[in-house]
């Protein structure tokens, strides 16, 4: 979730949110990392859109914040839209990293998935601001897949996890260091329909504001 400001004066659409890291694997250092990896992926794209016979700049400002001191309440009773909350561990229910829904403020983050440009919290930020998967997963031949495509996706073999698997095999998906945000994936934002105020902003995605236990082993 985040908060749209259309700048006229820079050419520009800024796109806010920060996020909130708490639980047993979240520190300073690492929540730094995550919206560094997810602002560079979001604004390596140089993403355009048209609104009003005006283009605009799409410039992602995301910061992270190690939430030491969260409590439930203080999700619970949120009302910025420019706040999203995942907790941070090295263990999670089925191995892998989630949000809350298409266009939520919540989640629940695997620390491995997060590591080493691995392109996941990218991905997830993605889901939050109104993005789900593609609904065609075997995209040989379309080139560089998109941030929003998920593991098991079937690609060109240099996209692969091994180049030399066979599609489906194993190794043979989509490993997803691989993945960028293109244009198509800033289209699919649908900025330009953003219900936007005199002042020139509005909201992108919801609140879920839901607070997420430590799973158990």
Not at 27 to 37: G, M, Q
Not at 72 to 89: A, C, D, K, L, W
């Amino acid at each position: 979730m985040g908060e749209a400001e259309i700048k006229p004066a820079s050419q520009q659409l800024c796109i806010y949110s920060t996020l909130f890291f708490y639980g047993d694997a979240a520190n300073d250092a690492l929540s730094l990392a995550i919206v560094k990896d997810i602002a560079e992926h979001w604004n390596e794209a140089g993403g355009k859109v048209r609104i009003k016979n005006a283009v605009y700049n799409v410039v992602f400002n995301i910061e992270g914040i190690w939430a030491k001191s969260l409590t439930p309440e203080m999700i619970f009773e949120n009302t910025s839209r420019r706040n999203n909350y995942f907790r941070v561990e090295a263990f999670a229910s089925g191995n892998i990293s989630f949000v809350d829904g298409v266009g939520c403020n919540t989640g629940y983050f695997l620390l491995d998935n997060l590591l080493n440009n691995s392109t996941t919290a990218a991905h997830e930020y993605g889901h939050t601001i109104g993005l789900d998967h593609p609904d065609i997963l075997d995209i040989r031949g379309k080139g560089t897949p998109g941030i929003m495509y998920p593991r098991g996706t079937i690609v060109d073999p240099q996209f692969q996890y091994s180049p030399v698997a066979a599609p489906l095999a194993p190794g043979g998906t989509l490993n997803p260091f691989t993945r960028k945000v293109l244009q198509e994936d800033i289209d699919n934002l649908q900025l330009q329909r953003l219900a936007y105020n005199r002042s020139g902003i509005a909201m992108i995605g919801n609140f879920s504001n839901i607070w997420h236990q430590q799973h158990e082993r």
